[in-house]
């Protein structure tokens, strides 16, 4: 009797939504003691300093001169854009409404993997993709969503999902000439002279308006280690062995995680309607990762520019 392999690309995906979707409620306990900018750029500066360490320790070249314009993008979105506006929106309403619009990051991603990686993909993939998005979405919106709309928070959540996703899409593309972890290495490296400029004169100007408290400090630690470092780690390897579009649906998963989290952190009870939802979600994955692709995954249509 045989027993079907799991492709270690989906166990890398998941790895990496995993410690993202611990994300928001870290960000939310961060917040009380932190002004966002700070949150922001200190994440980067930490996970800078101890990526500046492994490049050292590890005695890693300096990326290729032509690979610098690509890193510093991949760095835009996931370093900054996405930490920066995610957090902002967070300050303006609530994570169960911050979850319609973040729910479809992974659709977002796939369609960044087919324009900009012109990735293959038949039309029952996006059936999946679009089911699964939708289930979240609708959850998100009878759940508390609906009651909480900001229209300076949701144009900051699309800027957020728009930012990320293009990160992704940038990054999987970088894994092709180096490894994926020296990715979002030298994302957060390349970036750490700027933030942390910008994290001790946030701090300093702000420190004073709030009250610092352990589980604050806490939150914006793990944001920096795992949010901002550890976690691409696996998710770059997923997305590189799996395709952009292939992989990003992994992270469908992300936001039934959030509410597991809820639950056992918050106190909040699973309802019937969340295992529903659950089911329809990973349904939809299923049924896009069935979906035959009409070339290999791990080929992109064009290299990266040289110069």
């Known amino acids: 009797m045989s027993v079907t392999r799991i492709p270690s690309g989906y166990l890398y995906a998941a790895l990496g939504t995993l410690v993202f979707s611990f994300t928001l409620p870290m960000v939310k306990i961060a917040l009380p003691s932190f002004d966002p900018w700070t949150i922001t750029f200190t994440r980067m500066t930490i996970a800078g300093t101890v990526a500046a360490i492994v490049v050292v320790v590890t005695r890693t070249p300096f990326p290729a001169r032509h690979l610098w314009k690509s890193i510093l993008l991949t760095g835009l979105g996931i370093s900054l ?5 995610s957090t902002l929106a967070m300050q303006r309403t609530t994570a169960a409404h911050g979850a319609v619009i973040i729910a479809g990051l992974p659709l977002v991603t796939a369609m960044f993997g087919v324009l900009t990686h012109k990735d293959k993909v038949p039309r029952l993939f996006w059936v999946g993709a679009i089911l699964g998005t939708s289930a979240l979405v609708v959850y998100a919106w009878y759940h508390g969503g609906s009651e909480h709309g900001d229209p300076v928070a949701d144009l900051l959540l699309v800027a957020a999902v728009l930012s990320s996703a293009y990160g992704y ?20 490296v390349m970036y750490l002279p700027l933030s942390a400029i910008a994290a001790a004169v946030s701090f300093g100007a702000t420190h004073s308006q709030h009250t610092i408290e352990p589980k604050g400090i806490f939150g914006l630690l793990f944001i920096s280690f795992g949010s901002m470092y550890l976690g691409f780690f696996a998710w770059y390897r997923g997305l590189a062995e799996l395709g952009v579009a292939r992989g990003s649906q992994v992270q469908m998963l992300q936001p039934i995680l959030t509410l597991c989290w809820s639950a056992m952190i918050l106190g909040e009870t699973i309802s019937a ?3 529903v939802t659950a089911a329809v979600v990973l349904s939809s994955i299923l049924l896009t990762q069935r979906a035959r692709s009409v070339k290999p995954p791990a080929q992109f249509a064009e290299p990266l520019p040289r110069g």
């Open 169 to 188: 899409s940038e990054g999987a593309r970088l894994t092709k000439v180096m490894p994926n972890w020296q990715v979002v290495t030298w994302c957060v």
């Open 81 to 85: 854009g996405f930490p920066i506006f």
């Open 273 to 275: 309607s969340a295992l």
